[in-house]
């Protein structure tokens, strides 16, 4: 008898040390994909906002969402405790916990985790630097339309034609762009520290390079991923 329990024994504790190790590499060898889709949708919405403020010349602050407290539940009352009914676990053999502890397994490491169907927006510092670069906006909107900016490939703003703004204004418009690329380079590290990535800023980034060009007005110029000037 005591031959057979100190066989079962050693058998759980096989199994324990099994399902460590396999969980273990599970997490080695999940990955977490960067939210593409999701990011399309939130630059969309930034640079509608960011358009929309630069062509009224106002501010449009996001907030965040308010969240109201949980309502207090009373505690249910006491019901006396019942006879404890045989655990499952007791029921268990090593066979199941073996079978159940492959499956899981088997799933973890063929199956990639899939970031969250939405970006995290709501950030102090992602608030903060969209309501910054919609104030710049209603700046940089004469020097857009005029030509004497552009976007280039990488969602960064340069200067296109110096010649189209009076030279006594040109250092001042040097300054702005600088001012205005540095909120851009912000809300981009902003969105991919908020969602737990700042790794994802360069792929961030370039999704927003892409969306503020499509979203233009007619005749603002941008690069191309050549560098060449175009005009839309």
């Known amino acids: 008898m005591m031959k057979q329990a100190l066989l079962k024994n050693r058998t759980w504790q096989a199994l324990l040390v099994l399902g460590m190790l396999m969980g273990l590499s599970a997490c080695v060898t999940v990955n977490i994909y960067f939210p593409a889709a999701a990011a399309k949708r939130l630059a969309d919405q930034v640079v509608g906002e960011v358009y929309k403020a630069a062509a009224h010349g106002a501010v449009s602050t996001p907030t965040a969402p308010t969240l109201s407290a949980p309502a207090q539940v009373a505690p249910a009352p006491a019901v006396p405790a019942a006879a404890p009914a045989p655990s499952a676990f007791e029921r268990l053999t090593p ?5 159940y502890l492959l499956a899981t397994s088997f799933s973890a490491l063929s199956t990639p985790a899939e970031a969250a169907a939405d970006l995290n927006a709501s950030s102090p510092g992602v608030q903060a630097a969209r309501a910054q670069l919609e104030s710049i906006a209603a700046q940089m909107r004469p ?3 005029s030509g004497a900016v552009g976007w ?7 200067i296109h034609d110096a010649s ?9 418009l040097s300054g702005l762009v600088s001012s205005n690329n540095s909120t851009l380079q912000n809300l981009y590290q ?3 520290n908020a969602n737990g990535h700042p790794d994802w800023e360069g792929q961030i980034q370039q999704t927003f390079a892409q969306t503020w ?3 233009a007005p007619a005749g603002y110029w941008y690069q191309n991923a050549s560098g060449q000037w175009q005009k839309k």
């Open 95 to 99: 066979a199941h916990v073996a079978g």
């Open 143 to 145: 020097y857009f339309e």
């Open 152 to 158: 280039t490939a990488n969602g960064l703003v340069a």
């Open 164 to 172: 189209a703004v009076p030279l006594q204004a040109r250092a001042g």
């Open 190 to 192: 902003q969105i991919a």
């Open 213 to 215: 060009i499509s979203k």
